[in-house]
């Protein structure tokens, strides 16, 4: 069955204190990997999209890896503003995808 | 940002009424998705729509129903609302890449639905 899990749950970081985030899946042929981040009480925003094992993709303070086997949202020296859910998601068929619950990101002043 | 609105953003109603959500985008995006968001779930897909009149059902479409009569309109019909309903209820679009194998889905604002 496939599946999407993210890791932790809910993570608590100083300003400036750099952590990753971690979506591990599990899914019969992997078409693209997402991330999105949703501020509450708003639609998920687009952040970006992986394609194969060991692409990787940046966006000012973020960067996004991938394995074959699970994806890190890396996030360098965060601002209060990156405060957020993040969501991860596969897709493994033309209107397949699997969402995980996401990491719920406090950052600190 | 994706022109993707949704309506209406907030919804009281009660057991057993229709109730219709709107889905409007003005991306000429071919395929359209509703889903809900509850918490301790990942996003869940209702129903999804891959051009004019041709739509197919998601993981969790029991209860509901869908309609597209126009590439921009995409509409999420409760025939007759239930409490285990009340969600946040999301629409998403997205485009055929014909370079890629993967389609990044945009969302709209979503559309908050408490039935009571």
């Known amino acids: 069955e496939d599946q999407v899990t993210q890791s932790p749950e809910a993570l608590r970081l100083q300003e400036g204190e750099s952590s990753s985030l971690n979506c591990s899946y599990t899914v019969s042929g992997l078409r693209g990997l997402f991330w999105y981040r949703q501020d509450p009480g708003k639609g998920p925003e687009f952040l970006f999209t992986l394609y194969s094992a060991g692409e990787e993709k940046e966006k000012e303070r973020l960067k996004a890896t991938l394995t074959k086997k699970e994806s890190f949202l890396h996030i360098t020296a965060p601002k209060p503003e990156d405060s957020a859910t993040y969501l991860c998601a596969v897709q493994s068929g033309t209107y397949k995808y699997i969402f995980g619950t996401g990491t719920r990101l406090k950052v600190l002043a | 940002d994706a022109g993707i609105t949704q309506s209406p953003r907030h919804k009281v109603t009660e057991t057993g009424t229709p109730v219709t959500l709107r889905c409007h985008q003005t991306?000429?995006?071919?395929?359209m998705y509703w889903y809900r968001q509850d918490p301790g779930h990942g996003l869940r897909l209702i129903h999804y729509?891959?051009?004019?009149?041709?739509?197919d059902k998601g993981e969790v479409s029991d209860g509901y129903s869908v309609s597209r009569s126009k590439t921009e309109d995409f509409l999420l019909t409760l025939e007759s609302a239930t409490s285990s309903q009340t969600s946040v209820y999301f629409c998403a679009i997205s485009e055929s890449q014909w370079d890629r194998g993967a389609n990044e889905q945009f969302f709209g604002p979503g559309t908050r639905l408490t039935v009571l």
């Open positions: 991306e000429n995006h071919r395929y």
């Open positions: 729509s891959y051009g004019v009149k041709d739509t």
